[in-house]
């Protein structure tokens, strides 16, 4: 009766959501917006090869591709900090469910199931961009194949945050209930650093001779026993992913098939093994000594990691300035954005002056990892970075009561998030251009890379300040269809940011046409007299040009807020 009643809730849930979203189709807006949204999908996704095509095979490379990128986002599972979303629960289920008589392990498999929602979805979404590259299996069974995977990362990282969270919270009694799952990650992470130490000189070797050679050292690399051990599971993950024939995808089916019911196994375990250590570290302290005053009781919210805003706000100025104020305080008076702000600027001199020996490759590696970050921010930090009005959704009532023209709050809660991306941005630029600033490298000279640097320090905050007001004017033109405070994380949502990432950009195109148009047009008018000079007024051309646009946008954007819907 439990699992009906369960079942009843979420299926009722979803079909009383879909209605809402049906609802505001009523509005003109909302309606065409659903109908450029469903072409864009079918164009985007849906594009079959031309007749006569050869079937693609994903080779052994792929498999290996497939399986480091599974690595890499498992080891953001367990680097950063557990999300306490992976098992929140919405008001209603803490008043509903929280006082029935249900057991923590009824609750998790409700949580599973309402993941399934989001991970259907996903399984749809990377099964229609796969179909058109890939023939000889059926649809059904490549779709079984991304459920299996994108499950398996879910409760991965599901496990991770309870492991992680059980030791930081209840210490040795957490500690000792994760001896496995932490011993195994130890496991795996040595064995990685013996296999990845043993192959480096090769990999050095052969990135600077190039050719052939790095092909032959990365294959032995991945064939190293210690390398290929932590890989195993990883690539018999992936592997059904690149079966062309039923019977190739049911002999790869099976072992994946088994590691995910290994890693449910492992979140239930770690469901009651949380419990019990939670158990164990209450009666511990209820055997401590009172405290020995009456005011000892220490009160913390939201886990203690609050540092003072990084400046007080002055009592007299622009009352804009209060909204840029708030909305960056939200950022910066949490010490994991200082901390991440303080190890770019340390590094930095560091990596400069490493410049001899092992260190330029130490040196070389860091530049190229910061622009690889770099790259990442530029593409996707508009989605990341949401200390705006996306966050500010359930509190609209209260922003428009405020003695503030609209356009002010938009421009301000924009210019916040802007501001935010962009000091990340132009630290992990620095941190590149300080890290080659004693590198040759041939293909762009120490001129040019400064004259990069510099493009980008000026390029990158009214970019970065359009992208934010093109996502803050979803939230002020659909604020039905917005995901109000942080957006959905992990494997199972990386598909739907991967659809708002590319809908973003191709929005950010149509709006760098006349920008770029414009500076085109100066350089090559002033091109023929001033030579390569020409470029300083075509750049300024075009950013005056996108500083315009952004001005236009900030007050239509302002009017829809000010008679926007609650």
């Known amino acids: 009766m439990t699992t009906a009643a369960l079942a009843y809730l979420t299926w009722h849930t979803v079909v009383n959501r879909l209605r809402r979203q049906a609802v505001r189709l009523r509005n003109p807006r909302y309606a065409m917006a659903l109908l450029l949204g469903v072409v864009w999908i079918v164009v985007v996704l849906w594009q079959r090869p031309p007749a006569g095509n050869t079937p693609h095979t994903a080779g052994p490379w792929v498999e290996v591709i497939a399986a480091f990128s599974v690595l890499l986002l498992i080891a953001w599972s367990w680097l950063s900090s557990p999300d306490a979303r992976v098992l929140m629960f919405s008001p209603a289920e803490v008043t509903l469910l929280f006082p029935a008589p249900l057991t923590r392990l009824t609750l998790l498999h409700y949580k599973l199931l309402r993941t399934q929602l989001v991970i259907l979805l996903n399984v749809i979404i990377w099964t229609a961009m796969a179909s058109p590259h890939q023939t000889g299996l059926a649809v059904w069974l490549r779709a079984a194949s991304f459920w299996v995977v994108i499950t398996t990362l879910a409760l991965h990282r599901l496990a991770a945050a309870m492991v992680r969270s059980s030791v930081s919270e209840h210490g040795r009694f957490g500690l000792r209930r994760r001896v496995i799952s932490l011993g195994l990650a130890t496991v795996a992470i040595v064995a990685l650093g013996f296999g990845l130490s043993d192959v480096w000189p090769g990999l050095v070797a052969a990135v600077r001779s190039g050719g052939s050679n790095l092909r032959d050292a990365l294959a032995a690399a991945i064939n190293h026993p210690a390398i290929a051990a932590v890989l195993w599971p990883l690539r018999a993950l992936v592997r059904p992913l690149g079966a ?57 919210a939201g886990g203690g990691n609050v540092s003072p805003p990084l400046f007080p706000l002055a009592p007299t100025g622009r009352p804009g300035t209060a909204i840029l104020w708030k909305s960056l305080a939200a950022v910066l008076r949490r010490r994991r954005a200082l901390q991440i702000g303080l190890v770019l600027v340390l590094l930095g001199p560091i990596v400069a002056t490493a410049t001899h020996g092992p260190w330029s490759t130490l040196a070389e590696f860091t530049g190229t990892l910061a622009l690889t970050w770099l790259g990442f921010l530029v593409a996707g930090g508009p989605q990341w970075v949401r200390n705006d009005l996306r966050g500010d959704l359930p509190k609209v009532d209260l922003l428009r009561s405020y003695p503030l023209r609209g356009r002010t709050i938009v421009a301000m809660e924009a210019g916040a998030s802007a501001t935010v991306l962009t000091l990340l941005e132009l630290a992990l630029a620095a941190l590149a251009f300080l890290a080659f600033l004693n590198i040759d490298v041939p293909e762009i000279g120490s001129q040019d890379r400064g004259l990069l640097f510099i493009g980008g320090v000026l390029l990158l905050p009214p970019l970065n300040f359009m992208a934010m007001l093109l996502q803050n004017g979803a939230a002020v033109l659909f604020p039905g269809w917005v995901r109000a405070g942080a957006p959905a994380t992990g494997v199972e949502a990386l598909g739907q940011q991967l659809l708002s990432v590319t809908a973003l950009w191709l929005v950010m195109a149509v709006t760098l046409v006349a920008p770029a148009g414009l500076a085109a047009i100066t350089f090559r008018a002033l091109n023929l007299a001033a030579g390569p000079w020409a470029l300083a007024p075509a750049f300024g051309i075009g950013l005056v040009t996108l500083a315009v646009e952004a001005w236009v946008l900030a007050r239509w954007l302002g009017g829809v807020f000010e008679r926007a819907e609650s």
């Open 244 to 300: 062309t024939n039923p019977t190739d995808w049911m002999t790869a089916m099976l072992p994946a098939v088994g590691i995910l019911l290994i890693h449910y196994l492992w979140v239930v375990r770690s469901d009651i093994a949380f419990e019990e250590a939670a158990t164990e570290a209450s009666l511990a302290r209820a055997r401590r000594p009172a405290a020995p005053t009456a005011g000892a009781l220490v009160i913390r």
